[in-house]
C-alpha cells in the first residue's frame, strides 16, 4: 500500500483537477491571451495589440473613477462588516451577565444568530430587489412612506436614495446606500464565524479576566480581539474579494447599472458595459486580468501582513 500510495492518490485527483483546469484555469489564460488583441467579440476577426489595452487603463477617466469606488468598498465593507460582526458575536457568546454556569451570552443568543444570519441565505439579487423596494423614491418606497406618513418628508420631494450623485463625506451618496445593504447582507454569516472562533477560546480565560475586575470593553479588546485576530484576517481577505465585485447590487439598484452620472460604476459595471454594450471585449479582458492581478496581490498582501505564529491554548 505504501507503494502505491501516489498512483491511488493521482488516481482520484486526476479528474477533478482535469476539470479545474479546463473550466477555471484555461478560460483565465484564455481572457488574458485575447488582453493583448482587439477582439471584438462578436467575430473571429482580432489582431495582436500587445500591451495597448493596458496603457489605455493607465489613461482612462471611467476606469480612474471606477477603481477609486472599489477603493472606498475595499475599505469601508470589510471594515463596517467585521465590526457589526465582532459586535454581535460577542454579545451573542460572552456579552451575558456570569452565572453559576460559568460566562455565557445574552438571553436568547441561539434566536438572534438565525434572525442575523438568515440575510445570507438569501440571494444577493432577491437582497437587491427588496432594497430597491426600501428604497423606491416615492410613497411605495418603505423609508420614504414612512417619513411621508410622519411629516419629515415632503411628499412632492422624496428622497431618491440610489439616484443621488450627490456626495457625502467626499463620496456619492449612492455608494453609502449600496454600503449599507452589503453590510447588512454580510454581517450574519460573519457573526457565526466569529461565533465559532470565540467558542473555541477556553471561558476560563474569561473567568479569570472578570475576577480580575476586567469590564466588557478590557475583556473584548484585551482577549476576544487578539485570540480571533487569524479569523479577522482570513475574513477581511473574503470580504475584499466581496468588495471588489459589488455587481450585483450596482447592476440592479442603479439607474444605467452604475448611474447617476457614473457614481456609482465600478470595476465590473464598466468591464460589463464595455465588452457588451461597446464590442471591445479585447480592452474588457484587460481590465479583468489587471483585477485578478490586484486582487492576488491585496491576497497577498494582507495575509502576509497579519501572519504571526500560531496561539494554542
Not at 434566536?111 to 440571494?123: A, D, N, T
Not at 430587489?129 to 411629516?151: A, F, P
Not at 428622497?159 to 467626499?170: K, N
Not at 448611474?259 to 460604476?265: D, F, K, L, T
Request: proline letters at 4%; hydrophobic letters at 55%.
Amino acid at each position: 500500500m505504501r507503494h502505491g500510495v501516489a498512483r491511488f492518490v493521482t488516481g482520484f485527483l486526476a479528474l477533478p483537477v482535469a476539470l479545474y483546469l479546463f473550466y477555471v484555469v484555461w478560460p483565465f489564460a484564455q481572457a488574458a491571451g485575447y488582453s493583448l488583441t482587439d477582439w471584438g467579440g462578436y467575430s473571429d476577426r482580432q489582431e495582436f495589440v500587445g500591451l495597448d489595452n493596458y496603457v489605455r487603463l493607465l489613461s482612462d477617466e471611467l476606469i480612474r473613477k471606477a477603481f477609486w469606488h472599489n477603493v472606498f468598498f475595499l475599505v469601508t465593507v470589510p471594515l463596517f462588516t467585521i465590526a457589526l460582526a465582532l459586535f454581535l458575536a460577542f454579545l451573542l457568546n460572552v456579552g451575558g451577565r456570569e452565572d453559576r454556569a460559568g460566562v455565557r451570552g445574552v438571553f436568547g443568543s441561539g434566536l438572534y444568530k438565525v434572525i442575523f444570519f438568515f440575510p445570507q441565505v438569501l440571494s444577493l439579487v432577491v437582497v437587491a430587489v427588496m432594497w430597491q423596494q426600501i428604497y423606491r423614491s416615492d410613497s411605495q418606497g418603505l423609508i420614504n412612506g414612512v417619513l411621508m406618513k410622519i411629516g419629515l418628508v415632503d411628499p412632492d420631494n422624496p428622497i431618491a436614495f440610489t439616484a443621488d450623485p450627490e456626495p457625502f463625506l467626499g463620496v456619492p451618496a449612492v455608494l453609502w446606500w449600496l454600503l449599507l445593504i452589503a453590510v447588512w447582507s454580510g454581517a450574519g454569516f460573519y457573526m457565526v464565524l466569529f461565533s465559532a472562533a470565540m467558542q473555541s477560546i477556553p471561558r476560563d480565560i474569561y473567568e479569570a479576566a472578570l475576577l480580575d475586575g476586567a469590564g466588557p470593553f478590557h475583556t473584548f479588546f484585551r482577549i476576544t480581539l487578539p485570540l480571533l485576530r487569524d479569523t479577522v484576517s482570513v475574513a477581511w481577505v473574503y470580504l475584499g474579494f466581496i468588495a471588489l465585485d459589488m455587481y450585483a447590487l450596482v447592476f440592479v439598484m442603479t439607474p444605467s447599472q452604475g448611474g447617476p452620472n457614473h457614481a456609482s460604476e465600478i470595476f465590473a459595471s464598466v468591464l460589463n458595459f464595455t465588452a457588451f454594450q461597446k464590442g471591445q471585449f479585447g480592452y474588457a479582458c484587460a481590465m479583468g486580468v489587471a483585477l485578478a492581478i490586484f486582487t492576488i496581490l491585496l491576497a497577498a498582501l494582507q495575509l502576509r501582513i497579519t501572519r504571526r505564529e500560531r496561539i494554542e491554548f
